[in-house]
């Protein structure tokens, strides 16, 4: 299966979309991001533990690691870099950098010194070197 896209739903299901086919993944904890990472055929979910996990979808649906990204908060948002082996997750006042080809070490953090959650992140489409957030 080759999902172009994943979504969540209220009851915490993982659905990923291909064409016409679908697949379905209920995780024991609540999810608030899911990401597809088409290249190497993974996506990965941020959970309300502050857990981010990654799973390989080329044959079947296969959890491959997990590894905690917050502590004490939920993952409120990740972006996948198009052309770098990085994802971007943000939690609270906190957005770390993440990069897969170093086993998922934390490259960067951000911590935000303003009183607002951060929402939402992105890598800037023009310039993927810059990264935006709300």
């Not at 917050?70 to 994802?87: E, G, H, L, Q």
């Not at 086993?103 to 993927?128: L, R």
Request: hydrophobic share 35%.
């Amino acid at each position: 299966m080759r999902p172009i896209s994943a979504t969540l739903n209220r009851e915490g299901w993982i659905q990923l979309k291909s064409g016409r086919n679908q697949s379905c993944l209920l995780t024991h904890k609540k999810v608030h991001s899911v990401k597809v990472i088409s290249g190497k055929k993974w996506f990965v979910a941020g959970t309300s533990d502050g857990v981010i996990h990654v799973y390989n979808y080329d044959n079947r649906i296969q959890k491959l690691r997990s590894f905690r990204a917050a502590s004490d908060c939920f993952i409120t948002s990740m972006a996948v870099n198009p052309t770098r082996s990085y994802v971007l997750s943000s939690a609270y006042h906190d957005i770390k950098l993440w990069d897969w080809s170093k086993g998922w070490e934390c490259t960067k953090s951000f911590v935000q010194e303003h009183t607002d959650t951060v929402s939402q992140v992105a890598f800037n489409p023009m310039d993927t070197n810059i990264l935006c957030f709300r």
